[in-house]
């Protein structure tokens, strides 16, 4: 995933949170787990691949583990 794809997530996850602007979000973390972007201090899965992250972050469907449950 390059640095640009990175950054239209973080803002296609901004938009679609209507994110107050003091919020921390970012930045998108790739891993052998996946796609993981920091909100508030939390790692937020998006998913396993570039299509499958954008799409989580415009329906705001992400999975923090700490309160829903490890995969």
Request: charged share 25%.
């Amino acid at each position: 995933m390059t640095e640009a794809e990175k950054e239209v997530l973080v803002e296609t996850f901004k938009e679609a949170i209507h994110a107050d602007p003091k919020v921390e979000i970012g930045p998108v973390v790739e891993n052998s787990r996946g796609l993981w972007i920091t909100v508030a201090g939390q790692q937020a899965y998006l998913g396993g691949s570039c299509k499958s992250a954008l799409l989580t972050a415009q329906l705001s469907d992400w999975w923090i583990p700490s309160r829903d449950g490890e995969t």
